[in-house]
């Protein structure tokens, strides 16, 4: 089954987040994906994105949290949500979240997000100047994947 799933804008409040251990071989996917984003973003009058590496280790705890719990979604385990994830990992608002799970590359999981009027309004909102992207693998070759964009 293949999913996807945005979280609005919001304020941040406090909370500590812990990444889980486990192996994470979707390091390094922010730089491949920062043309094809960009691409998006030019052909909607928007400028491109940085790929930030503060991002894309948020991007990698909550897909580590999606894995842990066996789910996809935007609360974390032992309920951290998306506000509390990024004030702890110093990510200041505006901010923003995709999040999809399947047998996605780098390229589909851009282009499954693009078709989705919500993950389409965050990566093209011009309040954003950077983004990280990361997944964690299941044993079937699904994949947990995260995207976290900020201004």
Not at 119 to 143: A, I, Q, T
């Amino acid at each position: 089954m293949l999913g996807v799933g945005a979280v609005a804008l919001m304020p941040l409040s406090a909370c500590v987040s812990v990444l889980p251990t486990m192996t994470v071989d979707g390091v390094g996917m922010s730089s491949e994906a920062e043309r094809q984003i960009a691409l998006a973003r030019r052909a909607n009058d928007q400028a491109p994105l940085s790929a930030d590496r503060t991002l894309e280790k948020a991007a990698i705890q909550q897909a580590g949290y999606m894995s842990a719990g066996g789910k996809m979604e935007h609360t974390a385990l032992r309920g951290r949500d998306f506000v509390s994830r990024m004030e702890a990992s110093g990510i200041a608002a505006p901010a923003a979240e995709n999040l999809a799970h399947g047998r996605f590359d780098v390229a589909r999981v851009i282009d499954v997000w693009m078709a989705s009027p919500p993950h389409r309004r965050n990566m093209l909102d011009g309040r954003f100047g950077k983004f990280g992207l990361g997944y964690v693998s299941e044993p079937d070759d699904r994949r947990f994947w995260a995207m976290v964009l900020a201004a």
